[in-house]
C-alpha cells in the first residue's frame, strides 16, 4: 500500500491536513466499527482506516520528503509497524464501540481537549491577577532599583490577554465541534 492508498481509505486528498485526517478517520471508525454497522465487511474496512489513520498520522511529516528517504519510511512502515497496526486495529474491532472510544488511539484524533482548554483559561486569569496584585502591591509599597513597575504591569496583562483570548477561541472551537458531533448523533 502507498500513502496516496491510505488517503484515499479515508476519502481525503494527498494535501489534507493533521485535522482533515483526524476528522475524516473518527467519521470512517464510527462507520465501519463492527459493534456499529453488522456489515460482514465492515470489519475490514475499520482495519484498513486505523491502519491509514496511524500510518498518516505517524509520517506526516515525511510524506513530502524525497523520493529516497519516503521509500526508506514506507520500507520501514511495512517491516515493523504495519503489523502491529493491523494488529490494534483488529482488537479494537473486536471490543465495543463505546470501549475503542475510550482508546488512546480514538482520543488522539481530537481536535480540542476540554481539559487543556480549562487548564489555559486557569492559567491566564491567574497571569492577569497576579499581575493586579503585584501591580497594586508594587505601587503601595514602590522600592527604588527595580525599573517602571507599568511597562511590566502593562507587558503581563498583555501576556495574560493573550492567553485568555487563545484559551477562549479554543473553547469557543470545542462548544462549535461539540453540537456539531451532537447533531450528528442524532
Known sequence: MNHPDYFRILDLQTDASIADIKRAYRIKARMYHPDLNPDPEARDKFILATEAYEFLISNFNNIR????????????????RQFRSRQKANAYARASYIRFKNSKLYKTTRLF???RIVFGLAISVIIIVYTIFGFIVKMRFPEDGYGNPVI??????????IFLGTSLIYLKAYIEESRKHKKRKK
Open 65 to 80: 520528503t524525497d523520493e529516497q528517504e519516503f521509500e526508506r519510511i514506507m520500507e520501514e512502515w511495512r517491516k515493523y
Open 113 to 115: 481537549d476540554l481539559t
Open 152 to 161: 511590566v504591569f502593562i507587558l503581563m496583562i498583555f501576556l495574560g490577554l
